[in-house]
């Protein structure tokens, strides 16, 4: 083979990613307000009272949003609420920070909620996704749930996939009145059936914030940017390694070494 045809080979087995711009995203939060999201986290505040699961959920989407608009300040959120069923606290999409303190003085714990039926947020979700991409944005729903005993529950066609879905579960330990694996296990379900791209999924027990917060800024990340989850190797560990020491062979004569 000479020159010309190696040359014309090496091209033709070249790999070049075309380039493309990212949509800006629409966000639609939606908070659990079951009277599980009363329970107290571990933490508390400077006066020494302990925060709720909604309190701090509310401060983590504050974090969140204030990062994302550092990222473009052209995305959007807007907010929904899961009682017995959900229902809207903020309908119209906005990039202020203010609307999110608005949402929040909406938000009541609904003492009858029972069950969680998530087919009309995802009827919604697939409402708004439409209207989104008319603008050339795509729309997210990141559900905050707070429910150990509580499975939630949805009737969606597996052909319709229209927005992501991301999800951060909030329980109690396992026991005999609570299967937090079983409701995990379906907000799995319901994550992979409708997400148009990778949708996450994070779990804590522990009642600690810090996690909390850790888990919504893995949630940063662009639908459209995001490798599978299984792939995530952040944030890194940072376990503490004590130097090297240098130590003389066995047969080396240790010389004292004089300050003077």
């Given at each position: 083979?000479?020159?010309?045809?190696a040359q014309s080979s090496t091209a033709a087995a070249?790999?070049?990613?075309?380039?493309?711009?990212?949509?800006?995203?629409?966000?639609?939060?939606?908070?659990?307000?079951?009277?599980?999201?009363?329970?107290?986290?571990?933490?508390?505040?400077?006066?020494?009272?302990?925060?709720?699961?909604?309190?701090?959920?509310?401060?983590?989407?504050?974090?969140?949003?204030?990062?994302?608009?550092?990222?473009?300040?052209?995305?959007?959120?807007?907010?929904?609420?899961?009682?017995?069923?959900?229902?809207?606290?903020?309908?119209?999409?906005?990039?202020?920070?203010?609307?999110?303190?608005?949402?929040?003085?909406?938000?009541?714990?609904?003492?009858?909620?029972?069950?969680?039926?998530?087919?009309?947020?995802?009827?919604?979700?697939?409402?708004?996704?439409?209207?989104?991409?008319?603008?050339?944005?795509?729309?997210?729903?990141?559900?905050?749930?707070?429910?150990?005993?509580?499975?939630?529950?949805?009737?969606?066609?597996?052909?319709?996939?229209?927005?992501?879905?991301?999800?951060?579960?909030?329980?109690?330990?396992?026991?005999?009145?609570n299967c937090p694996q079983k409701v995990y296990d379906?907000?799995?379900?319901?994550?992979?059936?409708?997400?148009?791209?990778?949708?996450?999924?994070?779990?804590?027990?522990?009642?600690?914030?810090?996690?909390?917060?850790?888990?919504?800024?893995?949630?940063?990340?662009?639908?459209?940017?995001?490798?599978?989850?299984?792939?995530?190797?952040?944030?890194?560990?940072?376990?503490?390694?004590?130097?090297?020491?240098?130590?003389?062979?066995?047969?080396?004569?240790?010389?004292?070494?004089?300050?003077?």
């Amino acid at each position: 083979m000479d020159g010309r045809e190696a040359q014309s080979s090496t091209a033709a087995a070249r790999y070049t990613l075309q380039p493309f711009r990212l949509a800006c995203e629409d966000i639609l939060f939606c908070i659990d307000v079951d009277p599980e999201s009363l329970v107290e986290m571990k933490n508390t505040s400077v006066s020494g009272r302990p925060f709720t699961r909604l309190e701090s959920i509310k401060q983590a989407i504050l974090l969140f949003i204030n990062a994302k608009l550092a990222i473009n300040p052209d995305h959007r959120f807007a907010y929904f609420a899961l009682g017995k069923s959900p229902f809207w606290l903020k309908k119209e999409f906005s990039s202020e920070v203010e609307s999110a303190l608005a949402a929040f003085r909406g938000i009541n714990v609904d003492s009858s909620a029972g069950h969680a039926d998530l087919t009309h947020l995802f009827r919604v979700a697939n409402h708004e996704a439409k209207k989104s991409r008319a603008q050339n944005r795509i729309l997210r729903v990141i559900l905050l749930y707070c429910r150990s005993s509580v499975a939630p529950h949805h009737q969606w066609p597996a052909t319709q996939k229209l927005f992501t879905l991301d999800v951060i579960y909030l329980h109690d330990k396992p026991g005999p009145d609570n299967c937090p694996q079983k409701v995990y296990d379906g907000l799995v379900d319901a994550l992979e059936q409708v997400s148009e791209y990778e949708g996450y999924i994070f779990e804590s027990g522990q009642g600690l914030t810090r996690v909390l917060f850790r888990h919504m800024c893995l949630l940063l990340s662009h639908p459209q940017q995001r490798c599978v989850q299984d792939d995530i190797d952040i944030p890194k560990s940072l376990t503490k390694k004590s130097p090297a020491v240098d130590q003389a062979p066995a047969d080396q004569e240790c010389v004292p070494v004089s300050s003077q």
